[in-house]
Nanobody, 125 residues
Framework: QVQLVESGGGLVQAGGSLRLSCAASGDTSITDSMGWFRQAPGKEREFVAVSWRNTGRTYYADSVKGRFAISRDKAKNTVYLQMDSLERDDTGIYYC??????????????????WGQGTQVAVSS
């Protein structure tokens, strides 16, 4: 089992920045990927970014590419999401996820087994 705890959400003006953190505990060696999804009110959960521990590779949704950056601190079993140039459409609950998705499932929530409780991000104009 892997437990994930997110932090760092909040209210920010458009154009501002936030950094989310996701601390993993438990048997963290059983999963290679840690990523972020988000869900806006009335919308489906969508993929944001993912990082692979073994290769260091990262992958982003087109909507956040160039504005968001995912990184890992292996020693702390923590993954971060640095969000810059925030837009109103970035508003939502951000969830940390961990698992071993196959390549075709990287962008799908079904590809991840473990989830955090979510942290709220609100971007005002």
């Amino acid at each position: 089992q892997v437990q994930l705890v997110e932090s760092g959400g909040g209210l920010v003006q458009a154009g501002g920045s936030l950094r989310l953190s996701c601390a993993a505990s438990g048997d963290t060696s059983i999963t290679d990927s840690m990523g972020w999804f988000r869900q806006a009110p009335g919308k489906e959960r969508e993929f944001v970014a993912v990082s692979w521990r073994n290769t260091g590779r990262t992958y982003y949704a087109d909507s956040v590419k160039g504005r968001f950056a995912i990184s890992r601190d292996k020693a702390k079993n923590t993954v971060y999401l640095q969000m810059d140039s925030l837009e109103r459409d970035d508003t939502g609950i951000y969830y940390c996820a961990s698992g071993n998705p196959i390549l075709s499932s990287v962008r799908s929530s079904g590809g991840y087994r473990y989830w955090g409780q979510g942290t709220q991000v609100a971007v005002s104009s």
